[in-house]
Each structure stands twice: as C-alpha cells, then as structure tokens.
C-alpha cells in the first residue's frame, strides 16, 4: 500500500531523496551523521544507512547524470537497494521524503520499492516466517498529488497479479483457470470478459488453437476482455494479444527437459495482457481497449498435432506445421485474425515467442516488429524508454517471407534456422490487415536470477509498457 503521507516525518523510518549534500540541512542531522553521509557518498554510495537504534534513516542520493528514463530507472534500482535494508530491519512502514525530487523521481523511487517487495509465497510452508515485513509506503511530497498515488498502486497491482499468474504452475493454472483468473481482474476493475469455451472455439473454427489443444486433456479458452468507457477518446479501439500456452512441452517436437523447467512462463505474454487491461480499467482511462488471450498448453498425446499436419486457421488460410514447438503463433493468428473485426486503431501482440529473441538480445529488451504503425510503434518505445521496458527494433521486410513458403499449404509455420524471431514476426503478420506491431518477450518475462526490483520468476514485463501507452493516448 502506497499513501501520501500529510506532514513531515519527525520519529519515523525514513527515506529522504536528495541530490546533494546542501540538501542535508534543516534535515536534523548530527555534525556525525551529516560526516558519515558524505564520507558515503564520496566513495559512490547512493543508498545510505543510519540506524539511530529508535528509528532507521536512509538518505538516497539522485542520480546526475545520464539520460532521463536512465535516471528513473536507476530510481526503481534504489528503492529495490532501500526495500532489501527496510526488510532485513524489520520495518512494516517507511516515509518516503522527496527533500529534493521531482514527482517522476519519488514516483518511481516508491516504485522500485514495491515491486522489489514482491514475492510468491503461495507454495511455501512457512510462508508467514518468510513474508516480508515491509506492509506501507507514505510518500511525503509537496507536488505529488493523490491521483498520482492512487495510478502508483494501481500499477502496482497490475503486475503483481501478471506476475502471480506467470508464477503459478500447471497444476494449478490450466487454460480453464486463466480464465477464470480473468473474469475474476475484470470483476475487480469493471472490465468486461468474455470466455468462450471448447465449443465455442470449435463452432468459430479457430484451427490453430484447437490443433496446439489436441494433445491436451484440458480443453482451450479464449479470453476477451473489454474496456468501453463512455468518454473514450478513441472510436476505434487499440487492441493488446496475448500468447496464453499455460506449459509448454514442445508437443511431438519435444524439449529437452532442462528447456522445459520454466515452461510455465509460456503464458507471460497473456498475464501482460490480463495485467494491463485490469490497470487501464482500475484507473478508468478513458481509452478503448480489448485484449484478447487465447490460452491451451501444448502436450504430446495420442493425438496432438504432428509435423506435416496441414491446419486450417480461422481466417481459411492453411498452414503446414513442421515444428509442433512453434504452437504460440498458431494460437495467436486466430486471435490477430479475430481481431479484424473490431476494425482496430492498432493491435500489438505480445508473447514468449522464439529462443531467438532471447538469444539476439537477452533479458535487457524485447524485440519489436512493426507493420503500417511508424508513429504508434514510436510511440511505444516512448513508453517503453520511460518504464525502462525497451524495445529492440527487428525488421520486417518481405525479404524473409521465402523462409515461410509451402509446397503444400499457404504457409509454413516456421521459417528454418537462421532469423527465427523475424520469421515468427512475419507469420504473424499474414493473419493481420491493420496497423500491427509484435512484441517477443521471450528474453524479459521470466528470470531465474534476481535483476533489481524484477526479482526472480515472472516480471509482468508488458503491464507496465501498455499503462504507459493507453495513458499517453489521454495526455
């Protein structure tokens, strides 16, 4: 919980965000401290600790230099840097003091607080013994107001809920219970969802997803979520899709086992999207958004689609799988393609999608591809600049389209060794007739090491970029 705090902290744990040793007087700071401090600072400490014994006092230096979404971003570092000290202390609440910060910096200072304080527990025996202790953040600020703080924890809130969503394993998160999951983000931000079931897929005709389901005894969802305000700025509605494989196994094209451990993530494309969507709709931006979130895990059964099949997707075109391991982009043509009909100002598609955008770029960025959307997709990296969720542009000439002919069927659904991440991108693109850019997240979604306030296991990389986004679109 984040508050904003009414009048200056005189006894309580503190934080004071300053930018230089001036800004240490009328603080109430012994000659002692005041010399400590900067005996800190000068060796390049930017967090600092005094323990008074009664209380705790951390001074946080800004940083000076460098690029401003750097700036911010280093923030987030510091608070991640500060909750680590708050909680091995013990501490259940901490005044944030901006002395000298703007309302962006002690923004996302609060921030990187928060989301480093995250953790899931649910699994665990003692989980109350290994729960934080960290409970409120109250942000003293002459400038920040209690809209900004209330779109903080909405924010907040968003990816915690992305972020227990990809967490969750198998066992519990089947495509029935995203679903569920869904419904119950939309109840809580008056979003509007809509499940259609096997049977409705099936009556709909969406071949790639019910091709990647038919090695699975848990039927597949298709998720809908919509928020219509009646203020919207926009007619025609920006449109977010998200890859939902809940596991992924490679189906008959099998993973190694080592490449499956994490394959519960294969769904952090659609938990962005559910993410998001619940944050737009919580903090009522008046912008009309859909997401759409086809969900399934892709196992090797007795039936489960082989390579060779030939699928016919919900567009009517055909497909001639030749790695039942590139499920993502089945289930996701006949969402882009599904998405045609809501005549859309633009639709990004966000997923876990290819080894090669990991092994391009790492878990710093994601890839980018964009098609007819030269300002939006500017207008993304923007956001994403500004939330330090980065976008690496990839082309998407029709260079490589020859990579996905078929002698067979209108299309392969891969397109061979060399520029995977590209390949999928433009598989994509053939179900699409509108302003469209795909985003691989496959590098950021899931960490298996701690990376700052990003912590270990799903980031919900994704739901705070699209935040940004829709929210630019009203300012």
């Known amino acids: 919980m984040i508050k904003k705090a009414l009048r200056k902290p005189t006894a309580a744990d503190t934080v004071y965000l300053i930018k230089a040793g001036s800004d240490l007087k009328d603080l109430n700071f012994t000659k002692d401290e005041i010399n400590f401090i900067k005996h800190e600072h000068r060796i390049k400490r930017k ?5 008074r014994m009664k209380n705790r006092i951390i001074i946080v230096f800004a940083d000076l230099s460098g690029t401003k979404s750097q700036k911010l971003e280093n923030q987030r570092k510091y ?21 000298n910060a703007t ?23 003692d989980s109350k013994k290994l729960t934080n202790s960290l409970k409120q953040i109250d942000i003293y600020s002459e400038n920040i107001s209690d809209i900004d703080v209330n779109e903080l924890n909405i924010i907040i809130e968003g990816v915690y809920h992305a972020r227990d969503l990809v967490n969750e394993p198998l066992s519990f998160l089947t495509a029935a219970q995203f679903s569920e999951e869904i419904k119950e983000l939309g109840k809580h931000s008056n ?41 919207a700025v926009n007619k025609k509605p920006y449109i977010f899709v998200g890859k939902g494989v809940v596991y992924d196994t490679g189906g008959l094209s099998l993973k190694p086992s080592n490449f499956m451990d994490t394959m519960k993530c294969d769904m952090a494309g659609g938990a962005a999207v559910a993410g998001a969507m619940y944050a737009i709709a919580r903090a009522k931006l008046p912008v009309y958004v859909i997401g759409l979130v086809p969900a399934t895990d892709n196992r090797p059964d007795g039936n489960a689609y082989v390579p060779g099949d030939v699928v016919t997707m919900y ?8 790695n039942t391991d590139a499920e993502g982009r089945m289930i996701l043509a006949d969402a882009l393609s599904y998405a045609k009909q809501y005549d859309p100002e633009l639709v990004i598609n966000i997923a876990t999608l290819t080894g090669a955008a990991a092994r391009a770029i790492g878990s710093k960025a994601m890839v980018g ?27 998407m000439w029709d260079d490589y389209k020859d990579q996905l002919k078929s002698e067979i069927a209108d299309q392969k659904n891969i397109g061979g060794i060399d520029a995977g991440a590209i390949t999928a991108g433009k598989f994509l693109e053939h179900f699409t007739d509108y302003p469209f850019v795909h985003l691989d997240i496959a590098g950021p979604a899931f960490l298996e090491k701690k990376d700052s306030y990003r912590g270990i296991g799903g980031t919900a990389v994704g739901v705070r970029l699209f935040f940004d986004f829709v929210r630019s679109k009203v300012k």
């Open 191 to 231: 979003a509007k969802v809509e499940v259609f079931n096997k049977k409705k897929i099936e009556s709909l005709k969406m071949g790639g997803l019910l091709a990647v389901n038919k090695g699975s005894i848990d039927p597949p969802t298709f998720s809908v979520i919509e928020w219509k305000p009646g203020n």
């Open 315 to 322: 567009d009517g075109s055909t497909v001639e799988v030749l």
């Open 47 to 51: 967090v600092i600790e005094i323990n």
């Open 79 to 99: 608070g991640a840097e500060t909750q680590a000290i708050l909680n091995k202390a013990k501490i259940e609440r901490v005044v944030v003091y901006a002395v």
């Open 369 to 395: 591809m964009k098609v007819n959307s030269e300002q939006e997709f500017t207008s993304l990296q923007r956001s994403g600049e500004r939330v330090f969720e980065r976008i690496v542009e990839f082309p």
């Open 103 to 125: 309302t962006e910096k002690v923004s996302a200072f609060s921030e990187g607080i928060a989301l480093s304080n995250y953790q899931f527990l649910k699994y665990k025996k």
